[in-house]
């Protein structure tokens, strides 16, 4: 693909807009291949994509600090359990801001951002009916994305299983195509910490771990999901959506795993994100109003939004299958 007459017409289109990617760049681009993230949550085992992208082990560090806590006890959308959610969210994108990068050219302390532990210190300052602030959790002590992604779910009859998102980054990428060969080029270099502390277009902050450097890949929140029960598929899970891509798949995960919902009802159910920066609990436009309201009692600002995301589910029972296209867009579920 990085080769040929492919490669010229993409080099060419570069010239036209003053670009600096030539043929020898494209030659020598490698596909990393890295292992996938892995956790155990409620009995099910999560496996998530490994860093460049952040989905996977985010996924893992908020999946790794609610378990400490009986969320099911406290009632599917109650103030209790959207703000506990709300404050693993918020703890977990601190720790993206700071840490996160490609790991072929930053240390990435995963193993310590994952321990037991270490999630369950992160949690010592949690207060039940109380916010947080962003400004007062900071990353934690370790020692020496715009919404217009694609995703789709997967199963066949053999029992394999895939979840796949791709992305050019904002709606329509660069908004160029390359002249002869049909395809959009992204503008990906968004994702990058263009300038450590500055917030990119989905408002997410990084630091010298995502700064741009020649060969480096940008930070993702790409969040594809496998979960399997037994050691078999059991779910498959992914949404487009910048950076609530990965508060979505943790919703439905605890929608599932820990309300037992339907899949229809968890995939459907109205959503809200939280970021760590802004310091703000977006939330669709059906969000329970009373809960709405207890949380700025709580001191949480809140701000009504549009359609967050637009997930694809599939669910595996004693070989039966069960797929769920999410009703904020056009979405659908497909048997052959």
């Known amino acids: 693909f990085y080769e040929g007459e492919t490669a010229r017409l993409i080099v ?3 010239k036209r807009g003053k670009g600096i990617i030539t043929l020898t760049d494209l030659k020598n681009y490698k596909t990393a291949v890295r292992t996938a993230m892995q956790s155990n949550y409620r009995g099910y085992t999560i496996v998530g994509m490994p860093l460049i992208s952040s989905g996977g082990l985010l996924i893992q560090q908020m999946t790794g600090m609610l378990k400490n806590y009986n969320i099911s006890e406290m009632g599917f959308h109650s103030p209790q359990a959207v703000q506990l959610m709300t404050e693993v969210i918020r703890r977990a994108y601190a ?3 700071e840490f996160l990068g490609d ?7 995963v193993k310590r951002l994952t321990s037991p532990d270490y999630l369950q210190q992160r949690m010592a300052d949690y ?3 109380k916010a947080g602030t962003s400004a007062n959790v900071k990353h934690g002590n370790i020692n020496p994305e715009s919404e217009e992604t694609t995703h789709l779910s997967v199963y066949d009859k053999s029992g394999n299983a895939v979840a796949v998102t791709t992305t050019l980054n904002n709606n329509y990428g660069s908004k160029t195509i390359v002249g002869g060969a049909g395809f959009l080029l992204n503008d990906e270099m968004d994702d990058f910490s263009i300038k450590p502390g500055t917030p990119n277009m989905y ?3 990084g630091t010298e771990a995502n700064a741009i450097s020649p060969g480096k890949r940008m930070l993702s929140s790409m969040t594809p999901t ?3 029960k037994d050691g078999k598929p059991h779910l498959v899970l992914g949404s487009p959506g910048g950076t609530t891509i990965t508060t979505q798949v943790f919703q439905v995960l605890v929608n599932l795993l820990d309300f037992n919902l339907s899949l229809q009802d968890a995939v459907w159910a109205p959503r809200f994100h939280h970021q760590w920066l802004p310091d703000v609990i977006y939330v ?3 969000f329970p109003l009373a809960t709405r309201n207890k949380l700025k009692e709580m001191g949480y600002e809140i701000v009504e939004r549009g359609n967050i995301g637009r ?3 599939i669910r595996i029972v004693n070989g039966k299958i069960e797929a769920v296209g999410d009703k904020r867009g056009d979405d659908d579920a497909e048997g052959f």
């Open 311 to 313: 997930f694809e589910a």
């Open 127 to 129: 207060q039940p009916g």
């Open 203 to 205: 408002g997410a902050l």
């Open 226 to 228: 496998i979960v399997l």
């Open 95 to 97: 720790d993206r801001a």
């Open 12 to 14: 060419e289109e570069m």
């Open 103 to 109: 790991v072929d050219f930053v240390k990435v302390p």
């Open 284 to 286: 669709e436009r059906d």
